[in-house]
């Protein structure tokens, strides 16, 4: 059901009614027939059933106790999200969306770079003209206009300097000899500044557009390797940021890949019935170039048909590789060489039995690693948790032991007060009866009122006796 929705979704265009009817005849058949097959069950396809659905999935939610449209559209998004979702497989690695932005960012900085070295060119030659003739890449001069800065202060301790930017040190001598006859007006500290500012700027986007490239081609080898083997890492990212995607370059033909980037001249040799252009991004190729006027027609057609065959092996395959881009490349050198020299070049299947087994190999040595590196990391894993554990028995052993050592202070004062208590009780009294565990202060106030009573019988019985004396 939903491959047919789908189906019906892509057919609801500006296409002809018959042609409508018969490609979901066709789908409908063909479903009808996969039932059949799995299943057993006889289906019946044709218009009336295609209504019948139509008006099921229209009025579903009525049909169906408890279900209101709007839960049924939502179902129904949901529905849609988790199937594009399955179509589309998410791989980090193979994300061909950051070579398009990163080849547009490129584009777009050189064309800045060069618009701003030209002004700083302009705007330094007021000062000092003579350096325009002596270098002419923008990166060294403007690197050049903020080390000299003014001219006039330029001497021979500053000639190692300029050797060091120039890599030349004849061509350092003419800028020093060149300063000192120098044409040019003479400029204030402050404008000064701003073309050295202005200079250091464009410096720092020559130097971000270096690692720009080197970026895209990191990215090139994992997205497209073969593409990137056989006709460059800018030119293969140039194509697939014009295809949209690299899903998009695989599904072209050949003949569109030949010719992508020069829509406006086929579309105009088209109206004004002239020759149809031979090539559009993939001149940029070294091959053509290196091809005789009469036979760049045959080597851009040829090379666009490896470069489809490239980009569908990069699209489509688990483990993308550069063997066969690296195959297909000798193919096009083979056949640059034929048309020069006449040697035969090698047949196509015996090329590509090659590259088969060398991807193989390739691909079991590149799983062989990856399985080394799981290895390793469950290894780490189980390391990393088991001295967690560890670490987490001695926290609890320490804990322990602290409690413990709290603990004993206390049995032992506890012992102490237990024995005291008992040896109290243990003592007898005078007159027989155990004495009870008193505190110290009351035992010597009940020992001073005994002593107390004592004297006063002794008094009475001198008292008593001498009375009877007397």
């Not at 700083?120 to 800065?149: D, M, Q």
């Not at 500053?158 to 007006?185: F, N």
């Not at 002794?458 to 001498?466: I, M, P, Y």
């Amino acid at each position: 059901g939903i491959l047919h929705e789908d189906l019906r979704l892509l057919l609801e265009t500006s296409m002809p009614a018959k042609k409508k009817k018969a490609l979901l005849g066709v789908a409908d058949a063909k479903i009808g027939a996969a039932i059949l097959e799995e299943l057993g069950y006889q289906c019946q396809t044709g218009g009336v059933v295609a209504e019948i659905l139509r008006g099921i999935r229209l009025h579903f939610h009525a049909l169906v106790k408890g279900l209101t449209a709007q839960s049924a559209s939502k179902a129904q998004l949901g529905l849609g999200h988790s199937y594009s979702r399955a179509k589309v497989k998410f791989n980090v690695n193979r994300v061909d969306n950051m070579i398009i932005q990163s080849i547009s960012l490129l584009d777009q900085l050189d064309k800045d770079i060069n618009t701003f070295s030209m002004r700083v060119r302009e705007w330094y030659g007021y000062h000092f003209p003579e350096l325009i003739k002596i270098v002419s890449e923008n990166y060294t001069y403007c690197r050049l206009a903020k080390f000299i800065g003014n001219r006039k202060e330029l001497s021979e301790e500053s000639l190692e300097g300029l050797e060091e930017i120039v890599m030349d040190g004849a061509k350092a001598q003419a800028i020093l000899e060149a300063s000192r006859s120098s044409m040019g007006m003479d400029i204030s500290p402050l404008d000064l500044i701003n073309i050295e500012s202005f200079s250091s700027r464009v410096i720092s986007l020559s130097e971000y557009r270096k690692g720009l490239q080197e970026y895209l081609r990191s990215k090139m080898s994992q997205v497209a390797p073969s593409l990137s083997a056989l006709i460059g890492e800018v030119v293969g990212a140039r194509l697939i940021s014009h295809a949209g995607s690299l899903t998009n370059l695989a599904k072209y033909p050949a003949s569109t890949v030949q010719i992508l980037g020069a829509e406006k001249a086929l579309f105009r040799a088209l109206k004004t019935r002239g020759n149809t252009p031979k090539y559009g991004l993939i001149f940029h190729s070294t091959f053509i170039g290196r091809a005789a006027a009469k036979n760049k027609g045959r080597i851009s057609r040829y090379l666009a048909n490896k470069c489809t065959i490239a980009s569908r092996i990069d699209c489509f395959s688990e483990v993308p590789t550069s063997v066969f881009g690296d195959k297909l490349r000798e193919q096009v050198e083979e056949r640059l060489a034929f048309y020069e020299t006449g040697e035969p070049p090698r047949k196509n299947l015996e090329v590509m039995k090659e590259a088969v087994v060398e991807a193989s190999e390739v691909v079991a040595e590149v799983k062989r690693k990856q399985e080394k590196k799981e290895k390793k990391k469950k290894k780490r894993e189980k390391r990393r948790l088991e001295a967690l554990a560890a670490a987490a028995e001695e926290v609890e052993n320490s804990v322990l032991e602290t409690e413990e050592n709290d603990t004993e202070p206390k049995k032992k004062k506890k012992k102490k007060k237990q024995q005291q208590e008992l040896e109290a009780q243990s003592e007898p009294e005078e007159n027989g009866l155990e004495e009870e565990a008193l505190p110290k202060k009351k035992r010597k106030l009940a020992a001073e009122a005994d002593q107390e009573e004592k004297k006063k019988k002794k008094k009475k019985k001198k008292k008593a006796e001498d009375s009877e004396e007397d």
